[in-house]
């Protein structure tokens, strides 16, 4: 069972389980509409927890995801808590998962979790988020689930940006729907527009760019919303001194008009702190 709270989630595991394991997986986001599980929608935890039914067979489980992610996002490493009964053997798993599950879902790893207190949720953490996107105009067709196509966009001017949200600022504008509860006061530990050499493809454009940002925890679309901003600024819409103000803690929260497409946004990492 899951309760969320002030957009923050939490859990707690209803009846005891006897093992508990660490399990990095990869998917592709496009036809789904993001993590959490939702009445009549495919997402990454249905269809996860639907393999994970097949594969373990009899033996109860329960799996707690790292975090939500919004639809047609990807992840080329997110991690999940799995509780089971029964001890999993880490080569038959790895084998009948990939083996079993649909192609644009796959297991990286899996590991045995020693510590009884390991939360997943609560256990400190750095996220970092990858945004990918080009500016040559149209991208290729077979690109548009990983690679968002602008143009005419003043790159230079966007790196500048970029490097503003850096530091401890008030994201209330990059936010969606904030309660009463939720912390609109955030810290960026490096945000950066560079060339993309770590997605590539034979039908990507020569030159694409990736908007690389980390920090502890995100707020709902704070990352498609800073990209947003850094769009309007690369497309001369808006200024840097516009961006500096938009950080400033104000009673004005009405988010930002322009929310980047989903598709562009890759949970590239997540490290968990000692």
Aim: aromatic share 14%.
């Amino acid at each position: 069972m899951e309760f969320f709270y002030g957009r923050r989630l939490t859990y707690f595991i209803p009846m005891k389980y006897q093992y508990s394991y660490l399990v990095r997986v990869q998917f592709l986001g496009f036809r789904l509409h993001g993590w959490q599980k939702q009445p009549n929608l495919k997402t990454v935890h249905f269809i996860l927890d639907k393999t994970l039914k097949f594969v373990l067979d009899a033996v109860r489980f329960k799996s707690v995801g790292v975090g939500r992610t919004d639809a047609k996002v990807s992840s080329s490493n997110y991690p999940f808590q799995l509780f089971t009964d029964k001890k999993i053997d880490i080569d038959s798993f790895l084998e009948s998962f990939n083996k079993n599950s649909p192609a644009d879902i796959c297991v990286l790893s899996i590991r045995k979790i020693n510590d009884n207190t390991f939360n997943i949720i609560q256990h400190p953490k750095i996220k970092e988020y990858h945004y990918y996107f080009s500016n040559e105009g149209k991208n290729h067709p077979y690109a548009a689930p990983l690679l968002v196509g602008y143009q005419d966009l003043d790159i230079s001017l966007m790196k500048k940006g970029a490097k503003l949200f850096e530091g401890t600022h008030f994201f209330g504008k990059y936010c969606t729907k904030p309660t009463e509860n939720t912390i609109l006061l955030r810290t960026i530990e490096s945000s950066e527009i560079v060339k993309n050499t770590v997605l590539t493809a034979s039908f990507f454009p020569k030159t694409s760019y990736v908007f690389k940002i980390k920090s502890k925890g995100f707020l709902r679309y704070q990352i498609r919303l800073m990209m947003g901003v850094l769009i309007e600024l690369g497309k001369n819409n808006i200024t840097l001194n516009e961006i500096k103000e938009s950080l400033i803690e104000s009673k004005d929260i009405a988010p930002l008009a322009t929310i980047a497409p989903g598709s562009g946004l890759h949970l590239y990492k997540v490290t968990f702190l000692d």
